[in-house]
């Protein structure tokens, strides 16, 4: 599996101070593959990534090639804008360094999951979180081909995040208007993308929650992402921390069997199932224990259900109680959700009474 994020090299640092460049593993002086060990994989139960991001995540097969230049130029951009201290902690010193100047845009209306409080996220399959925003530039080129802007998801501080979340590509921007004076051009865009979350490589059990930021940003390369030792202070960073960000919350599931079927009016319906919900450490689903469940009836021709009574899952997130059966109709369990699982009610199991 190719690892793109160490095709152009590593950038250290942060935006407010200076930027350190290292040379990229796995590439020799005339910038052709080396053999390099693999890079480690995270560790379950790490509140972060097990390598920076800086280096890029291991995603399979990239949408573009990472010899594409507008490729490199979008990983050259992450790593100028979400340069942080963690980095040197998985790479090389510094050899130079250089501060990146403030560059003239300013962001507003950033929208992340079209406005939903939480994203539920499983424990294999990608999640793409869909975020829009506005961009107004002052006197910078936003039609550039390495003019670069998006969004990321952030948990913990902006500087020194303990985990970290973007997109595969940067997002898509429509010009809206340009104004021109004697003085200055003022470019307004409207924006939109992806937050691509991949869970086996990027979350672990203790990101759940409503711990996210947003952070709006854009660079503007200015013709350094084509060159083996781009000089920082002709790159232009600009970047709003802090932003409203949903909960990411990890995936449930509930099940529901109720027997025997048909059942003897007035006879005991004994009704079984499990609360289960996605474990970023194992990449497994694993039992929801101590939660309160809500047993459910609907009677044949309703499409209301009713709560019958409250059960509490075992310590393995198992379920079981047992009702009179009167009426023809669908048993079902119902529970509500936490602040780190979503709400999820089982699909009815109907049983008939004789």
């Avoid at 005991?268 to 474990?279: F, P």
Wanted: aromatic share 6%.
């Amino acid at each position: 599996m190719s690892t793109p994020g160490h095709e152009r090299g590593l950038l250290t640092g942060d935006l407010a101070g200076s930027l350190s460049w290292t040379s990229p593993p796995g590439l020799g002086p005339d910038r052709t593959h080396q053999p390099r060990p693999d890079r480690p994989a995270r560790q379950p139960g790490r509140s972060g990534p097990a390598v920076s991001r800086l280096a890029a995540r291991p995603r399979g097969a990239p949408s573009r090639s990472p010899r594409d230049p507008a490729h490199q130029d979008w990983l050259l951009a992450q790593q100028v804008k979400a340069a942080h201290p963690a980095a040197a902690k998985a790479f090389a010193a510094p050899s130079v360094t250089a501060t990146p100047y403030p560059l003239a845009v300013t962001f507003s209306a950033v929208k992340v999951n079209s406005g939903k409080a939480a994203v539920p996220v499983g424990t294999t399959a990608t999640v793409h979180v869909p975020y829009s925003f506005t961009l107004t530039a002052t006197d910078t080129d936003v039609t550039a081909a390495d003019f670069l802007t998006g969004v990321d998801l952030y948990r913990g501080s902006a500087t020194t995040p303990a985990n970290d979340l973007y997109g595969d590509n940067p997002a898509t921007c429509s010009i809206t208007s340009s104004t021109s004076s004697s003085t200055s051009v003022i470019t307004t865009e409207t924006c939109k993308g992806t937050v691509d979350i991949y869970p086996q490589d990027e979350l672990a059990t203790v990101d759940a929650g409503a711990k996210w930021h947003t952070v709006a940003w854009a660079v503007a390369l200015n013709g350094q992402g084509s060159v083996s030792n781009p000089d920082m202070s002709k790159v232009g960073v600009a970047q709003q921390t802090g932003l409203a960000a949903p909960a990411l919350q990890r995936a449930s599931r509930l099940t529901v069997n109720a027997s025997p079927e048909p059942v003897v009016k007035g006879k005991t319906v004994t009704i079984v199932g499990s609360l289960t919900r996605a474990n970023w450490d194992t990449s497994k689903y694993a039992g929801y224990s101590t939660q309160p469940v809500k047993l459910q009836f609907r009677k044949k021709g309703s499409s209301t259900y009713t709560t019958l009574k409250t059960v509490t899952t075992s310590s393995s997130g198992s379920l079981k109680t047992t009702y009179k059966a009167s009426v023809d109709g669908y048993w079902r369990y119902s529970f509500a959700g936490t602040s780190t699982t979503p709400a999820v009610s089982a699909a009815g199991d109907y049983v008939d009474v004789k």
